[in-house]
């Protein structure tokens, strides 16, 4: 079991970067996948990003692909998500979740991961 923590979020204008991260309590936190997910108020979390238990394979949404980059530090337990050139449409609540074992690489895409963070707050001015 993992109990993901998000930090990082807060206010920035349009073009600039903010970078998160996500700490996870447990020791088997190398044994997960992790992903990064938002949510706006009225609409479904949306899959934002995911990487896989040793950071071999990464994933994006076509919409932040290019500007966006996941990694991780196991040996931290911790997963960065780093934004670069943010756009308004960026602005979210962003979790942070884990999930052991996705049995195919369109697991990592859905909303099917078993722990999840409180979510911290993006927000880009325009």
């Known amino acids: 079991q993992v109990r993901p923590v998000e930090s990082g979020g807060g206010l920035v204008q349009a073009g600039g970067s903010l970078r998160l991260s996500c700490t996870a309590s447990?020791?088997?936190?190398?044994?997960?996948?992790m992903g990064w997910f938002r949510q706006v108020p009225g609409k479904e979390r949306e899959f934002v990003a995911a990487i896989t238990w040793n950071g071999g394979n990464t994933y994006y949404a076509n919409s932040v692909k290019g500007r966006f980059t996941i990694s991780r530090d196991n040996a931290q337990n911790t997963v960065s998500l780093q934004m670069n050139s943010l756009k308004p449409e960026d602005t979210a609540v962003y979790y942070c979740a884990a999930r052991p074992n996705p049995p195919s690489f369109r697991s990592y895409y859905t909303p099917d991961y078993d722990y999840w963070g409180q979510g911290t707050q993006v927000t880009v001015s325009s």
């Open positions: 447990g020791r088997t936190f190398s044994s997960y996948a």
